[in-house]
């Protein structure tokens, strides 16, 4: 029971991280363990499960799909997304630097974190982190297109944003950004719009399904490879974490009055109130709360083996 609860708390962990543009909730599965066990899981869940399901009950296919695993993390995620929204709508209105600053500290130790675990750093996997790099990078500096309300709009988002929520270093709520759909689905989750949900949700439900097969082969036959390509889409999301920035060019006006702008980084010496000191510390908060959870997450694999 205890394992389970752990996993719905790295759930709500992984919610969090995927409601702010520019954090994806793959890094925080990353960081704590899961990811392998995650992708594996969801990849698992195929035609074949229906065949168990007919031929061996319920609890046979259930266990199939690692269910319990499943249910927990995906418990949390719901529970995050839907309880923190507000609270992230608000700190990204009100709170800018203090906010990307503690996620710019999160990634920093992230990409420590998930390149260490590259065995061997040969020419093939520099390659990798350079390609990752500059992916994500140039996925940061895309000016994000008009907003687009249609539900077969809505559905296709769901598809391509969630394939990026499970990647390190490529943040699924900027995928949305950049789509034109962000401020509608965080306005749906705020509103408890079903019909809107229901559809993003299944977008979502069928990229998770075919992406993760991608991973789990490309996990199995080239590991180090693929690793080394995550980190690479950690640092080139640095880009988009930087906490001061200014507002250039006006994109789009949503309907309830608000703005999307083309922004560039800048200098804290740029701005009149640059918030340093609060940045300093929300940026070693985000580098001491990875550094924990990666500590707490060892600690407990271990008195579970």
Known sequence: MTKYISLFFKGIAMGAADIIPGVSGGTIAFITGIYEEFIDSISSLNFNTIKILRKD?????WKSI??????????????SIFS???????????????LWSFFFGLVII???????????????????????STIAFYITIVPPIAGANELWYLFISGMIAICAMIL?????????????????????????????LGVFAGGCIIGLFSFSRLLKWLFSKYRDITIALLTGFLVGSLNKLWPWKEDTILLHTHSDGSKDYLQENILPAAL????????????LLGIVLIFAIEKVSKI??????
Not at 170 to 180: D, K, P, R, T, W
Request: net charge positive; hydrophobic share 50%.
């Open 57 to 61: 009950g319920i609890k046979t296919a």
């Open 300 to 305: 407990y694999d271990k008195s579970n083996r």
């Open 168 to 196: 390190p270093g490529i943040s699924g709520s900027f995928i949305l950004l950049l789509l034109g759909s962000y401020a509608t689905v965080i306005q749906a989750i705020k509103d408890k719009q079903l019909l809107i």
């Open 84 to 98: 923190l929204a507000r609270l992230i709508s608000y700190l990204l209105e009100n709170e800018k630097i203090s």
């Open 272 to 283: 009149e109130n640059s918030q340093i000191s609060s940045a300093i510390v929300f940026f």
């Open 110 to 132: 992230s990409i420590y974190i998930v390149g260490k675990q590259v065995v061997s750093w040969k020419i093939s996997r520099i390659l990798a982190l350079l390609i990752g």
């Open 66 to 79: 690692n269910g319990n695993f499943l249910l927990s993390i995906f418990t949390g995620i719901g529970v």
